[in-house]
Nanobody, 112 residues
Framework: VQLQASGGGLVQPGGSLRPSCVAS????????VGWYRQAPGKQREWVAR???????NYVDSVKGRFTISRDNAENTVYLQLNSLKPEDTAVYYC???????WGQGTLVTVSS
């Protein structure tokens, strides 16, 4: 299974982006998919996860602002980023723990 993340970019504070993660296989069989991020000079941190049946969890710092979703027919997992803050600037990665498979990352920069 290979994952490819895209959809990052430069956005002003308060703006929105929707990175996506496309799986080479059928994501329904992949199981839980997570999003992580790594800011410059910091360790990679978990951001959100979604199970096969759509249950979601988020790190406290993004609750109410980020939404993870999946489209099994399109083999894609999305991360809707709203009300972005400069501290959300990071490379965002998707991860399938069942296969220990990481996407290559997509850069999100929040700056005025």
């Amino acid at each position: 299974v290979q994952l490819q993340a895209s959809g990052g970019g430069l956005v002003q504070p308060g703006g929105s982006l929707r990175p996506s993660c496309v799986a080479s296989g059928t994501i329904f069989s992949i199981g839980t998919v997570g999003w992580y991020r790594q800011a410059p000079g910091k360790q990679r941190e978990w951001v959100a996860r979604i199970t096969n049946d759509g249950r979601t969890n988020y790190v406290d710092s993004v609750k109410g602002r980020f939404t993870i979703s999946r489209d099994n027919a399109e083999n894609t997992v999305y991360l809707q980023l709203n009300s972005l803050k400069p501290e959300d600037t990071a490379v965002y990665y998707c991860y399938a723990p069942a296969y220990d498979s990481w996407g290559q990352g997509t850069l999100v920069t929040v700056s005025s």
